[in-house]
Nanobody, 122 residues
Framework: QVQLVESGGGLVQAGGSLRLSCAAS????????MGWLRQAPGKEREFLAA????????RYADSVKGRFTISRDNAKNTVYLQMNSLKSEDTAVYYC???????????????WGQGTQVSVSS
């Protein structure tokens, strides 16, 4: 079991940037692949980005490829999501979560943070 806390969300204009952070409390953070996912009101939870346990492999959803970057710092027990060129359709609650592999499906993730709200104005 690992505890995750997201932060860094807020209100931003379209075209702007935000950097989300996810802090883990467990000693085994470095053993997990990590992902960022989001859920907009009335929509299914959506995969965004994933990173392997050592940061050597990343993968992205087509909707955010080239705009979002996932990274991790295992020494700080933290994973990040840099979001650039934000669009109004990026408005959602953003979650970080653990997985055994860098999965592309929501069901591939085991432990979740509480989420942080990102709102993008048009």
């Amino acid at each position: 079991q690992v505890q995750l806390v997201e932060s860094g969300g807020g209100l931003v204009q379209a075209g702007g940037s935000l950097r989300l952070s996810c802090a883990a409390s467990g000693r085994t953070f470095s053993s997990y692949a990590m992902g960022w996912l989001r859920q907009a009101p009335g929509k299914e939870r959506e995969f965004l980005a994933a990173i392997s346990w050592n940061g050597g492999f990343t993968r992205y959803a087509d909707s955010v490829k080239g705009r979002f970057t996932i990274s991790r710092d295992n020494a700080k027990n933290t994973v990040y999501l840099q979001m650039n060129s934000l669009k109004s359709e990026d408005t959602a609650v953003y979650y970080c979560a653990t997985s055994q592999i860098p999965a592309t499906q929501t069901r591939g993730y085991d432990y979740w943070g509480q989420g942080t709200q990102v709102s993008v104005s048009s």
